[in-house]
């Protein structure tokens, strides 16, 4: 790393802005001894510092904000006083291409340990801190300044007074999130969380942290959510608290929280966090002990503390280039080898047509393009579209197949016929599929004594997230009672499967049905004697040792597993075998040959697939 000196003081406490001329604009601070109120500038270019005039009033731990006009404003922040340091309402402007300082509007309320943000319409938005040190104050209050004008106004409050650590995030709409921080002088942390509308100038409540933290980071990812990412959870008064390395998600649409599965490789607090492209770096910090220097980068979609050799922001594991770093992943022929560890001449062109698609633009022209094998075209496909799931880029693989397959169709590298065959042959590759179904064994007796003698055909038939897949049928079933001691054991089998590819979150359901036993041409099937034209019902025994209910699955080449009925509040399908020792009952409705005998269902089933 280049050692570039700052040119005139050391500092602590101080801003760093970013210019629109590429330049950064490093303003007051603290110099050991006290606050000073000079700035200076840092060329990247010449690797140069030089100073750039001085504003109104020392002060460190200021809100820089970089304005739509390109000034710079500063804001708040404190300054030693009479044994305290004491928070500021002063504000200036910095002016890039004049060089030089001035005065604008004061904030009404002096204020230190505050946060601020820009808010989409250009204005500047100061939200709590304290007005000292030493003090059991702490603001809810919250400004904003209007650059067309000079001058700050106040907003309504915030619902928490919060004296610092907490977190402003612009969201999509235009409000803004606050999330966590320390709530009184004790240092404790909330978990409390509100919305601020620009337009009505509230603030609302939203759903709270699942725990409370402080000195954490809140980071607005590219669909929408909030990454609030470590921090220090603080239960306790005074103390140095536990710092956690574990991450939040915001949706602000649903206003809900989740808990990611990714982690920190570190627990830390007071932290920086930077956005990289769709990446997010997470830079130094504290865990309480020592400070740290490290820094790890999250990658949506995957957990944080994966090995990543290049450190390009790809764990090593889904990297197609795991040696060069390569953060877009471009891999034009789709070869699963990224286009940085192959030869630069090699020939991309079809692929970069998918590329292209996938991209959101056709640059490569259709006629140009090689034609390519429906087999070879799959695996280019399975490729590309794995990636993409595995790293979170698309939020459902079944969408992206069919939009890209459609393309190719238009395109003419896929014939119209063979795109749904391409579009199931990449599907089984990239999802979980269901692959057979065993035998329904179902445990059947009569609701009505008096129906003992009554043939029955019994179906089940399987659905996942509502889509029949596949149902089989047992007919004539006889020799059925009353006594649930000599409940019948029946198999049905199953048919062929339709479509079983599934996302992850799908529910797999199955349905069990009845109706008078007839004959494969209709007719109603009769013993010697006779049979009843209709019936009260069949009962359906379950979740019992001795009476379990059950059918097999089979998910890709997994070994078989028996799914079993359950009952419990709702009834349910799990793979765990039944321990109780008293069977649960579920009765169909009457079933009647003469009224047409349709099916009458006994009851549906239902699970979560992994």
């Not at 919250?142 to 309504?156: I, M």
């Not at 709409?173 to 969380?193: E, M, Y």
């Not at 939040?248 to 929280?257: H, N, R, S, V």
């Not at 990714?262 to 627990?267: D, E, F, M, S």
Request: overall charge negative; glycine content about 10%; some cysteine.
């Amino acid at each position: 790393m280049v050692n570039d000196r700052i040119y005139e003081y050391p500092r602590t406490g101080h801003s760093a802005t970013l210019l629109a001329n590429g330049q950064v604009l490093v303003a007051g601070g603290h110099n050991g001894v006290s606050q000073v109120n000079s700035a200076e500038l840092y060329d990247p270019t010449t690797g140069t510092w030089s100073t750039t005039g001085s504003f109104s009033q020392a002060r460190s731990g200021h809100t820089a904000f970089l304005l739509n006009s390109g000034k710079v404003l500063i804001a708040a922040g404190s300054a030693t006083g009479s044994g305290d340091t004491f928070g500021q309402s002063s504000a200036d402007l910095y002016d890039p291409v004049l060089g030089t300082w001035s005065q604008t509007g004061s904030l009404a309320i002096a204020r230190m340990n505050q946060v601020g943000l820009l808010l989409a319409d250009g204005r500047g938005l100061v939200c709590g801190g304290q007005p000292r040190g030493v003090t059991l104050d702490n603001f809810s209050s919250c400004e904003t300044y209007d650059p067309a004008l000079g001058t700050w106004s106040q907003t309504g409050p915030m619902a928490l007074g919060r004296r610092g650590d907490f977190t402003l995030t612009l969201l999509p709409s235009g409000k803004v999130l606050v999330a966590g921080g320390t709530a009184n002088w004790t240092a404790i942390a909330t978990n409390r969380a509100e919305l601020f509308d620009p337009v009505t100038r509230t603030w609302s409540p939203t759903a709270p942290l699942p725990t409370a933290r402080a000195g954490h980071t809140a980071t607005l990812l590219d669909n929408g959510t909030v990454l609030v990412a470590a921090g220090n959870v603080h239960p306790l008064d005074f103390g140095s608290g536990t710092y956690v390395n574990t991450v939040l998600i915001f949706d602000p649409e649903a206003q809900t929280w989740s808990q990611s599965t990714a982690t920190l490789a570190q627990a830390r607090g007071f932290h920086l966090d930077v956005r990289l492209d769709r990446r997010v770096l997470l830079v130094g910090g504290t865990n309480g002990t020592v400070t740290l220097p490290t820094a790890e980068i999250f990658v949506p979609g995957g957990p944080i503390n994966k090995p990543d050799t290049d450190r390009d922001g790809v764990p090593d594991e889904l990297d197609n280039c795991p040696g060069v770093p390569n953060p877009n992943q471009l891999d034009s022929n789709l070869n699963g080898i990224g286009d940085a560890c192959e030869p630069p001449d090699l020939d991309h062109s079809t692929a970069a047509f998918l590329q292209a698609l996938i991209n959101g633009s056709t640059t490569v022209e259709p006629q140009l393009l090689p034609v390519v094998a429906e087999p070879t075209l799959t695996n280019q496909l399975v490729r590309i579209v794995a990636f993409r799931v595995a790293a979170g880029l698309t939020p459902s693989a079944t969408t992206l197949i069919a939009n890209l397959v459609d393309s190719l169709v238009e395109v003419g590298l896929v014939s119209p016929s063979g795109a749904s065959a391409l579009q199931n042959a990449v599907l089984q590759q990239v999802l979980p599929t269901l692959t057979s179904l065993g035998p329904a064994t179902l445990w059947i007796g009569l609701k009505n004594s008096d129906d003992q003698g009554t043939q029955f055909d019994l179906r089940a038939e399987v659905y996942i997230k509502g889509k029949l897949v596949s149902a089989g049928e047992t007919r004539c079933i006889t020799g059925v009672t009353r006594n649930p001691d000599q409940a019948k054991q029946i198999a049905v089998p199953f048919g062929a499967i339709s479509e079983g590819t599934f996302n992850s979150g799908d529910t797999l359901s199955v349905k069990i049905l009845t109706r008078i036993g007839t004959n494969t041409n209709g007719t109603k099937y009769s013993l010697p004697g006779g049979s009843h034209n209709n019936a009260v019902g069949l009962r359906l025994y379950y979740d019992a040792v001795s009476r379990s209910s059950r059918f097999g699955t089979q998910i890709n080449s997994n070994s078989p597993t028996d799914t079993f009925l359950h009952s419990g509040g709702n009834d349910f399908l799990d793979n765990k075998a039944p321990s109780a020792t008293s069977a649960k009952f579920k009765d169909s409705p009457a079933v009647n040959f003469n009224n047409g005998n349709p099916w009458q269902a006994i009851g549906t089933w239902s699970m979560t697939l992994p």
